[in-house]
Each structure stands twice: as C-alpha cells, then as structure tokens.
C-alpha cells in the first residue's frame, strides 16, 4: 500500500463546477497535513493546511478525517485558473510524503 | 515577500560528474528539505536538514548523495558521480518554527545528465 495515495484523476470539469478530491494516507502517526497545487514544471505552492476541525479560505474547504486516515480538498464555483496538478503532502518526523498528484482541468 | 531561491535554474552535466545544486532558504527558517521530481512522476523526498544535521533521509538518498549548509545561508545538495536517471527538478524547501509546519518550495533546479 503506498504511503499516501490521491485521487488519480484527470478531472475535467466546467468552470463554476465543485470538485472534490480525496487523499489517504497510511501511517496513524502522521502529524500534519497540507495541501498544494503544481502548476506545470513549477514548484509546489502551498495551497492550505489541513486540520481536524476544517478551514476553509474562500472557495477552499480542506478537511482531515484522523480516524479514517484521509484527507479531502472541495474547490466550489472552479474557475479556469485552477487548472494545476493538486497534491496532498503528510508530514511525519523529519519526513514529508507527496501523493502522485490530481490533475484537474477546468474548461469554459 | 521573503523567498527560498535556488542556483542554478537548469545545470546540464555529463555521466560521471559531480554537482552542486545550491539553495538559500528562507532566513529565519530553521528546517531544510532537498526533493527530486522526475519529468511526468511525483515529488519524491530525499532529506530532511536541522541543526546542522540530517534528520531523516530517504531510500534514495544513497551515499551518491551528501548535503551542507556551509554558512549561515546556503543549504547545498551534492551529486558525486550522476547517473542518467538523476535527471530531474530538485526543489528546495524550508519551514518555519516545528518541522510540522508548512513548507516554503524553491524555483527548483532541472539537472540534465547525458
């Protein structure tokens, strides 16, 4: 079982959908969670942290369900510039885990 | 807007050869990661860096491969004799405060081995 496993995509929707995309993971001992987006032969830019309670930062939800070892990402009313690569990273000590990456595609 | 920056941008190199993929972290960040991404795969961690030492490292991380902060700034990674298949973006990241909080990415280097 990887360590971290997303979505595996591609997902292409209509501008002004919501997309939600999933990330599990496999070790209970993981400490903290984010997400990113990777725009094509770019660095990873953190999008948002993850946490148990939920946070949201305008049309971004994240939410971290520990018991179930997952996290999920909800982007409402999508717009064309959130065409990225999203990815889910968990942090252990001294380690940090990618996932292989969702790929989303949003048209007009 | 305080930025990690990384040198070169692209290095070409032959077989064989060692590099030196060069970062400069955020200033007050107190823990440093190297990462490879090969073309069309996933970011793949190498090592993690604190106080002067590696903290965790990965399967990859092999003794091909070595990492210094030499001064107070730069935070280098060392390739001694590349292969093919180390061609790849490497990205540097630096975190703030906890090794739990976010990290901060580089431009990235893209390493071409012939």
């Known amino acids: 079982r990887k360590e971290v496993e997303q979505d595996p995509g591609p997902f292409n929707v209509p501008e002004g959908a919501t997309v939600a995309f999933n990330c599990t993971y496999s070790?209970?001992?993981?400490?903290?969670f984010f997400w990113y987006r990777q725009d094509c032969r770019k660095e990873p830019k953190l999008l948002m942290s993850?946490?148990?309670s939920g946070n949201e930062d305008g049309r971004f939800t994240a939410q971290l369900n520990r018991a179930s070892q997952y996290i999920s990402l909800l982007i409402r009313d999508s717009k064309l510039s959130d065409s990225a690569t999203y990815l889910c990273?968990?942090?252990?000590?001294?380690?940090?885990?990618f996932g292989d990456g969702t790929t989303l595609t949003v048209k007009p | 807007e305080p930025e990690v920056t990384q040198t070169p941008s692209h290095q070409v190199t032959q077989m064989g050869q060692e590099v030196i993929l060069r970062c400069v972290p955020i200033s007050n960040h107190l823990y440093f990661y190297w990462y490879r991404q090969i073309l069309g795969q996933k970011v793949e961690f190498l090592v993690s860096f604190y106080n002067n030492e590696i903290s965790e490292k990965s399967e990859i991380f092999d003794d091909q491969f070595s990492v210094e902060r030499p001064d107070g700034s730069n935070f280098t990674l060392k390739i001694r004799s590349t292969k093919l298949e180390d061609s790849a973006m490497y990205f540097c990241?630096?975190?703030?405060?906890?090794?739990?909080?976010?990290?901060?990415f580089g431009p990235g280097t893209r390493l071409t081995v012939l």
């Open positions: 990241a630096s975190v703030t405060g906890a090794q739990y909080n976010e990290q901060f």
């Open positions: 993850v946490y148990s």
């Open positions: 990273v968990v942090i252990e000590t001294g380690k940090s885990t």
């Open positions: 070790n209970s001992a993981s400490q903290s």
